[in-house]
């Protein structure tokens, strides 16, 4: 997810945010008839503060409710969505896991359309939860793990990325410390530990992981960090996917925290970023093309199978198509993105996608989201790779119990191996008369237990889910 929608919402008492991005930022808006325009976003500068703080940022994709420019409803109709859901149920039998396979006992692995688990098909009920290393007590760990367990949840997707330019004032989870070109790993109690601790109690629960490798938005450090710190030109975000010494500085992480965890079964699949982009908080250079991001992708993933073969490689990106005949900004290529192109790439396993209509000006919502969503089904089918719902989540309580239900029927109806709605909200894990990451925020798209109607819908639909494939 992005920090738009009012979300990425990171909530530290008393704490000040180190990773503060700045507040004052042009916007690139897009309209139907592909005429750009610029907006600038300000808002007052978070200081020290005793309150949660909320981050927002804007989508580049389209306006936002945070800019003061209007999102530009597309007259053009994004898809002709067959939104029927044709019950196209797909019972891969165990037999059907191919014998060629060199994956050890454990790893999740891509067979056709589906997952294999050890012969068996694997699909699953999932999660987001971004800040689950951020906890600081194991029993927080052992509780959100127990929470999740709880409704379901086979995958948590969460960040596998931290880095600062300054040791933090406050409690917080780091792995990676800038200083100048350079950053050093933080193997302590506050960094690659509390990774560790993520592992151990989602192995002590049975949920697998999807590890996130870095950010396209600036939450946690992001790809722009990397560009300014290894001494690239900043001008442009797409500059991140062409400089070599932010692609060996990533590559070195990379090297790290896969190397960490290779041996893990625990770990379902590495993905590359979250939500990349050729333009960030800094627009795209103009030449830069969407065939020299896929190949960026394609090096990356490469990268990662040359250290770690047995664990599956996703991007992490929204499932944005790169569509001659189609302007809507979701199909055009205008993020830079060509999902069908990225899916068929060797190195990647399985395809994965994001929907957040309101953010990206689509209307009607939810007949736009049962669009989407078929038109990804058609490209799993196509292609011939599985395909998860990665994240999604509508703007309002009211919204979401309206929204949520047909989208997920669509998910599984469809075959897609998975959906992971953004995101859980933490309850219960406070700790009093203690300065701990609290977990969580005060986020509207916070899944919380309390709203006990979307979680009844989340845990009746996590079961109908995992029924299809008993573990
Ligand atoms: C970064 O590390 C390299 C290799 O160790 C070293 O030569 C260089 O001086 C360092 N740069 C900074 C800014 O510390
Ligand atoms: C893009 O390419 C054109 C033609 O090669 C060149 O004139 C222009 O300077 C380039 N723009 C940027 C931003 O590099
Ligand atoms: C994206 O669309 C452009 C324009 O139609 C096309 O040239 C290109 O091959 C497409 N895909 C990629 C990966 O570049
Ligand atoms: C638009 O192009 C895509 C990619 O070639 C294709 O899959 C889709 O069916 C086309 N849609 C229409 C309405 O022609």
Not at 50 to 76: E, G, I, K, M
Request: charged share 15%.
């Amino acid at each position: 997810m992005l920090p738009t929608k009012l979300f990425a919402v990171v909530a530290l008492l008393p704490f000040v945010l180190a990773w503060q991005r700045p507040y004052r930022r042009d916007i690139v808006v897009r309209d139907s008839c592909g005429n750009e325009y610029t907006t600038t976003e300000t808002a007052a500068p978070t200081t020290t503060t005793a309150q949660p703080t909320t981050q927002s940022t804007s989508n580049p994709l389209t306006a936002q409710s945070t800019t003061t420019v209007a999102p530009v409803s597309s007259t053009v109709a994004p898809i002709s969505s067959t939104t029927a859901a044709t019950s196209t149920t797909k019972t891969t039998t165990t037999s059907s896991a191919p014998a060629t396979s060199t994956v050890p006992a454990g790893f999740v692995k891509a067979s056709g359309t589906k997952f294999t688990l050890d012969g068996e098909q694997y699909c699953f009920a999932g999660m987001n939860a971004y800040w689950v290393p951020q906890l600081v007590l194991e029993s927080q760990y052992d509780a959100t793990f127990a929470l999740l367990a709880s409704i379901g949840v086979r995958v948590l997707r969460t960040w596998a990325f931290s880095m600062v330019t300054a040791v933090p004032s406050y409690d917080m989870t780091y792995y990676q410390l800038w200083s100048g070109s350079n950053f050093t790993i933080n193997e302590g109690a506050n960094g690659l530990e509390r990774l560790d601790l993520t592992v151990k109690y989602a192995e002590k629960y049975g949920i697998k992981l999807i590890m996130t490798l870095a950010n396209q938005w600036s939450d946690f450090g992001g790809m722009e960090m990397y560009l300014s710190q290894t001494g690239g030109d900043t001008t442009y975000h797409s500059n991140f996917y062409t400089y070599q010494p932010a692609i060996t500085a990533f590559e070195s992480y990379i090297n790290t925290i896969v190397t960490r965890y290779k041996s893990s079964t625990t770990v379902f699949a590495w993905e590359i970023a979250n939500e990349p982009r050729k333009s960030g908080d800094k627009p795209a250079d103009p030449n830069f093309t969407v065939a020299q991001l896929t190949q960026w992708i394609s090096d990356r993933a490469a990268y990662i199978k040359s250290i770690d073969s047995n664990h599956m490689v996703a991007i992490g990106d929204e499932g944005f198509y790169n569509w001659s005949n189609n302007t809507n900004v979701a199909y055009d290529g205008y993020a830079g993105m060509d999902f069908e192109a990225n899916l068929k790439l060797s190195n990647i396993d399985f395809g994965t996608f994001h929907l957040y209509p309101e953010a990206w000006g689509e209307t009607p919502a939810e007949e736009w989201g049962l669009g989407y969503i078929q038109a990804h089904i058609n490209s799993m089918n196509e292609i011939g790779k599985p395909v998860v719902l990665e994240e999604f989540n509508m703007n309002t309580y009211a919204e979401q119990l309206a929204t949520l239900p047909s989208w997920i029927d669509l998910a599984i109806s469809g075959g897609l191996s998975g959906w992971m709605p953004w995101g859980l909200g933490a309850e219960d894990l406070s700790v009093t008369g203690s300065s701990v990451w609290q977990g969580g925020g005060s986020d509207s798209m916070d899944l919380y237990a309390s709203k006990s109607d979307i979680w009844s819908i989340l845990k009746a639909d996590g079961a109908i889910m995992n029924t299809k494939c008993p573990l």
